[in-house]
């Protein structure tokens, strides 16, 4: 390997059935990508563990972490927030957290129309539209509203509401865009890293 010093980043995403995790370097090399299933939310519990482990044999610092901001599962979305902001504030590197909608338009991109579901686990879904290169946010859809918007609109769909094999293909490939998403690491001004 060169002599380039390249700074480290931490990319997580909790689901609902297991951790998924990537360290790599600012030009997108992954060193390591883990997942770590489990069959409730304190299986989450391993994730530290295993974590520290992994860093412990790292060659440099995280310089970055990030995961989602949701939405989704409020649970989930407190503990990984919770997770992120706890390892950027004990290593004392930035945290960015963009929105699953973002990484679901990485994801669709080859769509002009595709209509984005994330289950608010209150009998509705947080929807999103995107036609050509806008997105509308449609807000809070019951399960009737999206089946009539769905008979009506003839639109590619990829979410939590009627799950297809599109989207389990976006669960497993999620952690990857959102470690492709921020390649660059900007260290913030007031942020020292040893």
Not at 18 to 40: F, K, Q, S, W
């Amino acid at each position: 390997m060169d002599n380039i010093k390249r700074d480290l980043k931490l990319a997580f995403v909790l689901q609902k059935t297991c951790v998924r995790y990537m360290i790599g370097y600012d030009n997108d090399a992954i060193i390591h990508h883990y997942t770590l299933p489990y069959e409730d939310l304190r299986g989450a519990e391993t994730f530290l563990p295993h974590l520290q482990d992994t860093v412990k044999n790292l060659p440099s610092p995280i310089r970055l972490v990030t995961t989602h901001s949701g939405p989704g599962s409020i649970t989930l979305n407190r503990i990984a927030l919770s997770i992120a902001k706890g390892l950027s504030m004990g290593w004392t590197c930035p945290l960015y957290l963009p929105s699953r909608f973002d990484l679901i338009n990485d994801f669709t991109i080859q769509y002009n129309q595709c209509l984005w579901t994330f289950n608010a686990y209150n009998g509705s879904f947080f929807t999103r539209m995107k036609k050509d290169k806008d997105i509308v946010d449609l807000g809070l859809l019951s399960t009737e509203q999206l089946t009539e918007f769905v008979n009506n609109h003839a639109i590619h769909h990829c979410g939590e509401w009627h799950e297809t094999d599109h989207f389990k293909l976006f669960e497993e490939q999620e952690i990857l865009f959102l470690f492709k998403r921020h390649c660059a690491i900007e260290i913030a001004p007031n942020v020292t890293v040893n």
